[in-house]
T-cell receptor, first 113, second 113 residues
Framework: GENVEQHPSTLSVQEGDSAVIKCTYSDSASNYFPWYKQELGKGPQLIIDIRSNVGEKKDQRIAVTLNKTAKHFSLHITETQPEDSAVYFCAASKTSGTYKYIFGTGTRLKVLA | KAGVTQTPRYLIKTRGQQVTLSCSPISGHRSVSWYQQTPGQGLQFLFEYFSETQRNKGNFPGRFSGRQFSNSRSEMNVSTLELGDSALYLC????????????FGPGTRLTVL
């Protein structure tokens, strides 16, 4: 069935270092890959997304890369700051006239000051 | 624009009771999806509504149901509550303009005693 694996489950980095979170999806028909940040007591907030016709997308300190052949996509955060501490979720979906995200299991990122 | 709103934010029920949760999407958004979030199972898709019609459904028992009104507001209902239904229930809305981006509300925290 449809599945998204996400690693690592926890990640601690020093402030200013980079953080990388990786996801692998199973459904080759998936063509949309959003990343969400969830802070305590809040709903997931979209931080960046990428479509299957693009290999990389960047927004300031955040970038996402996609390898369709390997069915891998990754989130890269550079120059991490304490406010980046949160749980990050990747997801995969396909444009099929309906919205159904398959989420990864989440990565708890801790940025140590 | 106001974001996705969910009411109530917190709810405590006992086993066997039923509960109704409400979601108001972002103005202009016509698609509403519901997800259940638990520490053990992560974020799992419940169902999605568009123009008052359920277009997709996840792997949840029939105790979980939903509906959407003509103004795009949505409700989900859980009957005969079980302890395992304790979770954060998240609603997400989208414009259905093929961008596939979903925006989440803050969630309703349901505790079943």
């Amino acid at each position: 069935g449809e599945n998204v694996e996400q690693h690592p489950s926890t990640l601690s980095v020093q402030e200013g270092d980079s953080a990388v979170i990786k996801c692998t999806y199973s459904d080759s028909a998936s063509n949309y890959f959003p990343w969400y940040k969830q802070e305590l007591g809040k709903g997931p907030q979209l931080i960046i997304d990428i479509r299957s016709n693009v290999g990389e997308k960047k927004d300031q300190r955040i970038a996402v890369t996609l390898n369709k052949t390997a069915k891998h996509f990754s989130l890269h955060i550079t120059e991490t700051q304490p406010e980046d501490s949160a749980v990050y979720f990747c997801a995969a979906s396909k444009t099929s006239g309906t919205y159904k995200y398959i989420f990864g299991t989440g990565t708890r990122l801790k940025v140590l000051a | 624009k106001a974001g996705v709103t969910q009411t109530p934010r917190y709810l405590i029920k006992t086993r066997g009771q039923q509960v109704t949760l409400s979601c108001s999407p972002i103005s202009g958004h016509r698609s509403v999806s519901w997800y259940q979030q638990t520490p053990g199972q992560g974020l799992q898709f419940l169902f999605e509504y568009f123009s008052e019609t359920q277009r997709n459904k996840g792997n949840f028992p029939g105790r979980f149901s939903g509906r959407q009104f003509s103004n795009s507001r949505s409700e989900m209902n859980v009957s005969t509550l079980e302890l395992g239904d304790s979770a954060l229930y998240l609603c997400a809305s989208s414009t259905f303009d093929n961008t596939d981006t979903q925006y989440f509300g803050p969630g309703t925290r349901l505790t079943v005693l």
